[in-house]
Nanobody, 124 residues
Framework: QVQLVESGGGLVQAGGSLRLSCVVSGRFFSNYGMGWFRQAPEKEREFVAAINWNGGTRYYADSVKGRFTMSRDNAKNAVYLQMNSLKPEDTAVYYC?????????????????WGQGTQVTVSS
């Protein structure tokens, strides 16, 4: 099992940008599919974005398509989520997740390891 540590969250005004990072410890990072999920207060955790092992396949939730971009750097054992044109409804704790099956997966059940989360707050 790998360890995941997210960073880059914070408070931003609507229309602003943030870049989240997730660094993964352990070997064979390039074998993992990776995902970003988020959870707002009193809501279920929801899919945001996913990327397969080599970055060739990416999926996005409809609510973030065109505004968020997920990428990965296998040399640095890291994935990123560039978030632009942020809206108050993007406010949530954002979680990074790793899947041993190297695929881009949109379901929480497809992931084996999770980070502790980073808070993103968008003010109106």
């Amino acid at each position: 099992q790998v360890q995941l540590v997210e960073s880059g969250g914070g408070l931003v005004q609507a229309g602003g940008s943030l870049r989240l990072s997730c660094v993964v410890s352990g070997r064979f990072f390039s074998n993992y599919g990776m995902g970003w999920f988020r959870q707002a207060p009193e809501k279920e955790r929801e899919f945001v974005a996913a990327i397969n092992w080599n970055g060739g396949t990416r999926y996005y939730a409809d609510s973030v398509k065109g505004r968020f971009t997920m990428s990965r750097d296998n040399a640095k054992n890291a994935v990123y989520l560039q978030m632009n044109s942020l809206k108050p409804e993007d406010t949530a704790v954002y979680y990074c997740a790793a899947a041993q099956n190297h695929l881009a997966t949109i379901s929480t059940t497809g992931y084996d390891s999770w980070g502790q989360g980073t808070q993103v707050t968008v003010s109106s």
